[in-house]
């Protein structure tokens, strides 16, 4: 300890020796130097440099982790940015009329109703761009409400104590190679507080994008919902089209207090590659919910249509009594991309209930694989879970793997998971084409049929994007 | 190396001094399966396929051979030969013993030990050409270390009429024996039998059975295979049975796992061929300190094939029960049906279960399914028991009969039914404590 | 026979029947009716012991014997019977095997012999003439694969194997076509003695065209709110449940 802390100090004196401040981005690699940089550019608080620092000091202790069914070259951590803000940071888009029009136009493309979300009334954007927080809405109605909504380098600046007390609390540092890198070298995203009894009066929203080139996106949300409070959060990404593959590596966490209930809904859709499976995102992310408090209720909603390699699996800790974990999810691969996705429902409390959903659809060369844990420890007596999962084939190269594991540990509970694989009905297209559709139009109507329980869990504006985003992934996996 | 580890070797080193005999290749295999095991050692809990049974308390015992044959009275053997005709084969200790079997007509049987010296010719081709888990440690031990088994050959469009039932017997008299029968079985092209295993032992001190058991199913040839497990609560038991399947045929099988303080039963089938068919199915008792531990790997590598597996536990006591099975489907195996089942019912509050179900699908005209299911003995039907007047005890041990009969319908072998229920009675029975006597 | 006083039931906390009343004296057929949702079928699962409901107050006397002291077997062995409304399936038990496990069981406690496979055989044939049945149905595991009518009858069945004191019948009507519904009513006017007495709960009143009740009762809102003859389920039926509330009766 005292090693540790001398060698802090003595670091502390090397502070000075960083890049110029007016930088953008951080010099490519990783050292302490990069965090100190990352850190002194945020204007961070001591506490926060040493957490990040005592994360990077265990990141260095892990190996990138082999278990999952991806495959990928070996990723070069050294040759990275790690920060990078937009050029213009200091006149920067202060709304969304001052956004880029180019992105702009990526996002009318995939149908996201950026624009309109000034007239939509009840979507607050956080957009990420890159690593910094840009446009930030509604927050002062939200501030009536006594609710917190700001990027996560604000929240470390005004509310250290709300960050000190649960920032890691639920997705330790040592979780995982991730999850650590992450701790590290996490540049922003976003923190939300709702305070007890509190119903947030709108759905909260977060665009992240990785616009720049070669940079490495760590953002880090955080997630806490006092008693008896309720908030509605969707998380949406897109990222524009690179050869080179980009990591991302995010953090998400999630703290329900009693009766309290938060709903998580994801649209991913960063890039995938190109036909061939040149470049894409690779999608590493850590995605955890406790169920703290009697009563209280996580639900996580994802889509995943983008990223090259998509490698998370939303959980819950189900720790206060009668809570209740959900994860419904569809992914699909097409070309070469792959996912290993899934989820751990860990059942501590008593009577505590999950229930798992899970579609996955493969095209072509895709490879998609749902891994879960269902644990039911002895003294979770009562409790209950109930698991589906779906895998539709199109194409013989594909595959689909499924593999859940079921452990219960006591003998009032129960568990019960199913699971089907086959290919996209030729009945239905033949009778779909038979009336007059399209092969295409077929398959995106019977697609979206197999995923409808998922879809019909999500906001409706995000259930139209999802389903537009799944007909643009899924184009060209016929004929 | 770990001590143990060491012992081992030892041990195969002074056997090795005394295999002059013994043909190059079997050799060959031999060394490499030995350096195998040396270089990994015991598997841990941190290995996947080993996560739940810690097989710790094996790896602590240096178990050593025991070949005497003891003397068995006519009336043991009689208990041992059970009921029906057809051919007797009787293992004791790990050998093969000629004088207390009795073979059938239409079957070939050798001592796998002997036909390697004698007739390597019928040996070669198969041994060791159906395993699929070539780096599991036991299955190296076995190939290091087995002297005697059983070489069964049924020759083509040969139908037998009548059931081979083999009986492994363990004289538990010595403290840490361990027999490692192996077995092949090749049934020629358009053949037809019954198999059934019988694994026991005459109660006493701790040993290990360490059995592999190939089997080869020739184009149409069919196989009905049982094995029962019923060794001593002292006794470890791992045993493999690995199938591969040529064209169209077709093998079912049954395991009935109620004995041991560890046991667990691999079962491993390749379908190499198109239009072959399994059925694999089995069940599981569980009391006291027990862990019974089930695994399934089918293997469709060729169009056309399907599979059915269902495998249900029960489990008392602080006994576990663990079962995993992965279903491969590979990409020339277009228009596969695959289905597996997997439902265990916890029958205390300190009984475990885990599930580990697996698909891997990587043809696309298939259709695959899973399930599994963990929970315990439905109340309401308990309840419409007890309204009739059923006591309470027997209301249980009624349903998780009745549990257990549903798989043991399953078996083709139609004589087996009455035996393998008898067996589950009377283990429900001690569970239930409902037992009038 | 049966004594209810100021009978309160909850069910995971939920107060269901909040003080009901009822004698049932030997031989006496008795209608219970009542709208969806008023207590019938937590009436007849609390007599018979069902372990999701809690008595919180009142009593319930058989024969001279606190019923809430004794385990749900007991009941069953003492002579009370309830005919589910949704009979349970038991896979892999057969119905010849579950009948002469209940029957035995009731005999032993009752102080009389058991009987052995070819009796109890014997036995079960001639009862299953009650609800015509065939004897293919005794190597059927219990009310798997059943249809809606051969369940219901099958519980007729063991009413007649059993032979209670006390049958209570929920809504044994339900889901029956016209034939099967004359069939079961048949069984239990056979089965009616001066001994025995019957509680039926039904929605409708259309099984009672076939079996004629003593008394009749309407359970509303965990209440008995009125009694009276067999021509109250006749009204009944012509005016609706709403009628009760109304000023418009007796």
Redesign the interface.
């Known amino acids: 300890m005292t090693d540790s802390a001398e060698s802090f100090l003595k670091n502390e004196y090397a502070y000075g020796f960083v890049t110029p401040v007016d930088s953008d981005a951080a010099p490519r690699g990783l050292s302490e130097d990069t965090i100190r940089f990352i850190s002194k550019k945020k204007n961070e608080p001591a506490f926060m440099l040493e957490w990040r620092l005592a994360a990077y000091r265990e990141w260095l202790k892990m190996k990138e982790p082999t ?1 999952s069914s991806v495959q990928y070259p070996k990723i070069d951590y050294q040759d990275m940015i790690y920060y990078s803000a937009p050029k213009n940071k200091k006149d920067g888009p202060k709304s969304l009329e001052e956004v880029d029009a180019e992105v702009l136009k990526t996002y009318a493309k995939l149908g996201i109703p950026i624009e309109e979300q000034k007239i939509l009334a009840g979507v607050a954007v956080d957009a990420v761009f890159d690593s910094v927080s840009v446009a930030t809405t509604y927050k002062a109605k939200l501030k009536e409400y006594g609710i917190i909504f700001c990027s996560f380098s604000e929240a470390v600046r005004e509310h250290p104590d709300l960050i000190k007390k649960y920032l890691g609390s639920v997705v330790p540092v040592k979780d995982n190679f991730f999850a650590a890198l992450n701790s590290a070298v996490f540049s922003d995203g976003s923190f939300c507080y709702i305070p007890k009894g509190v119903r947030c009066p709108m759905e909260l929203s977060t665009y992240f994008r990785i616009n720049a080139m070669d940079t490495g996106q760590f953002e880090r949300t955080l997630i806490v919902a006092d008693e008896g409070a309720f908030v509605s959060y969707l998380e949406g990404c897109t990222a524009p089209i690179r050869d080179k593959n980009q990591l991302h590596a995010a953090v998400v966490e999630l703290v329900a207090h009693e009766k309290a209930v938060i709903k998580y809904s994801t649209v991913q859709n960063w890039y995938s590659g190109d036909r061939n499976g040149k470049g894409g995102i690779y999608n590493f992310v850590t995605k955890r919910g406790l169920c703290q408090g009697a009563h209280s209720k996580i639900s996580w909603t994802q889509v995943e249509t983008g990223s090259s390699i998509t490698w998370k699996y939303p959980s819950c800790i189900l720790q206060g009594d009668y809570s209740t974990g959900e994860f419904y999810s569809v992914a699909v691969v097409n070309n070469h991309q792959q996912a290993d996705t899934g989820t751990k429902m860990i059942h501590l409390g008593k009577h505590t209930k999950s229930t798992i959903i899970s579609k996955g659809i493969s095209a072509r060369f895709g490879k998609n694989t749902y891994r879960g844990l269902v644990k039911m420890v ?1 003294r979770a007596e009562g409790s209950r879970n109930y698991t589906q999962c779906d ?1 539709l ?31 996209i009905n030729e009945d239905q297209l033949f009778y779909c084409r038979q009336r007059g559709m399209s092969a295409e139009n077929a398959i995106s109507m019977i697609v979206h049929g197999f995923c409808k329980e998922v879809f019909k869990n999500l906001p409706m504006e995000f259930a139209v994007e999802a389903q537009k985003l799944m007909n643009v992934s899924l184009e060209g996996s016929v004929g | 190396m770990n001590e143990k580890i060491e012992w081992y070797k030892k041990a195969y080193e002074v056997l090795k001094g005394g295999r002059q005999n013994e043909p190059e290749w079997l050799l060959l295999l031999r060394e490499e399966a030995i350096a195998a095991f040396v270089r990994k050692g015991f598997p841990t809990v941190k290995e996947e396929s080993w996560r739940y049974t810690d097989v710790a308390a094996i790896a602590g015992v240096p178990f050593e051979s025991d070949e005497t044959v003891p003397a068995l009275s006519p009336e043991t053997l009689e208990v041992l030969k059970q009921k029906g005709g057809g051919s007797f084969l009787f293992v004791v200790n790990g050998k093969f013993s000629r004088v207390h079997s009795k073979i059938a007509e239409g079957i070939d049987v050798m001592d796998i030990g002997e036909a390697i010296l004698t007739r390597p010719e019928i040996v070669q081709p198969y041994l060791g050409f159906c395993a699929s888990s070539a780096g599991d440690a036991f299955y190296a031990l076995n190939t290091a270390f087995f002297k005697s088994g059983l070489l069964i050959r049924v020759a083509e469009n040969i139908t037998l009429k009548e059931p081979i039932r083999a009986v492994f017997f363990t004289d538990a008299s010595k403290e840490h024996t361990v027999s490692h029968p192996r077995n092949l079985v090749v049934m020629g092209a358009g053949s037809k039998g019954v198999l059934v295993e019988t694994y026991v032992a005459s109660n006493g001190q701790s040993y290990l059975t360490n059995s592999v058991t190939e089997v080869l199913l020739e184009k149409g040839a069919i196989l009905d295979h049982a094995k029962i497990q019923t060794e001593s609560v002292a006794a470890f038991h791992i045993a493999s049975t690995h199938t591969l399947q040529r064209r169209a045929s077709a093998f079912s099988s049954f395991s009935l796992s109620t004995g041991g303080r560890l046991a667990r039963n691999e079962c491993f089938v390749a379908l190499d061929d198109g239009e072959a068919s399994c059925s694999l199915n089995g069940l599981y008792l569980g009391d006291r300190e027990q862990v019974l531990d089930q695994q399934t790997f089918v293997d469709h590598r060729k169009p056309d094939g399907n599979s059915h597996q269902l495998f249900k536990g029960l489990l008392a006591g602080n006994s576990r029960g663990v079962f995993s099975g992965r279903v491969m489907v590979r990409q020339d195996a277009q228009g596969t049906d695959a289905h597996q089942t997997n439902k265990a019912l916890l029958l205390s509050d300190t009984a475990k279960v885990d599930a580990q179900p697996q698909l891997e699908i990587l043809a696309d005209d298939v259709k695959c399914s899973h399930g599994a299911a963990v929970g315990q003995l439905q109340e309401d039907a308990l309840f419409y028991l007890r309204s009739r007047g059923i006591g309470e005890r027997e209301a249980g041990q009624m349903l998780a009969q009745g549990f257990a009969r549903e798989v043991i319908e399953r078996t083709e072998i139609e004589f087996l039914k009455e035996t393998l229920l008898e067996i589950v009675n009377e283990k429900l029975t001690r569970q239930f404590g409902s037992g009038k006597e | 026979m049966l004594q209810i006083t100021d009978l309160h039931v909850s069910v995971e906390g939920v107060e269901i029947l909040k003080g009901i009343n009822l004698s049932v004296h030997p031989g006496e057929v008795h209608a219970i009716m009542g709208p969806n949702g008023s207590g019938k079928s937590t009436l007849t699962r609390v007599l018979a012991g069902h372990p999701s409901y809690v008595v919180t107050r009142g009593s319930a006397t058989y024969e001279g014997k606190d019923l809430f002291q004794m385990a749900i077997e007991d009941r069953a062995r003492a002579g009370v019977f309830l005919a589910f409304q949704y009979p349970i399936d038991i896979p892999g038990v057969n119905n010849a095997y579950f009948l002469k496990a209940a029957l035995n069981e009731t005999r032993k406690a009752q102080g009389l012999e058991e009987l052995d496979a070819m009796e109890i055989l014997e036995f079960l044939k001639e009862k299953m003439k009650v609800v015509e049945m065939d004897a293919s149905f005794l190597s059927r595991p219990v009310n798997e694969g059943f249809s809606g009518g051969e369940k219901k009858r099958n519980e007729i069945l063991q009413l007649a194997v059993l032979n209670p004191k006390l049958a209570i019948l929920d809504e044994t009507d339900s889901g029956l076509d016209i034939d099967a519904l004359k069939i079961v009513s048949e069984g239990v006017n056979r089965l009616r003695s001066s001994s025995r007495s019957f509680i039926l709960v039904t929605h409708y009143q259309r099984m009672l065209n076939y079996i004629t009740p003593d008394h009749v009762h309407v359970l509303m809102g965990g209440k008995i709110v009125l009694s009276g003859g067999k021509d109250l389920a006749f009204k009944l039926e012509e005016k609706g449940y709403e009628w009760v509330k109304s000023d418009d009766r007796p």
């Not at chain 1, 689909?400 to 699971?419: G, K």
């Open positions: 278990w002895p895998s084939l199109m194409g013989d190269r594909c595959s689909a793997n499924t593999f859940p594991t079921l452990e219960v540990n006591n003998r009032t509970s129960r568990a019960e998971h199913e699971a089907t694989t086959s290919r």
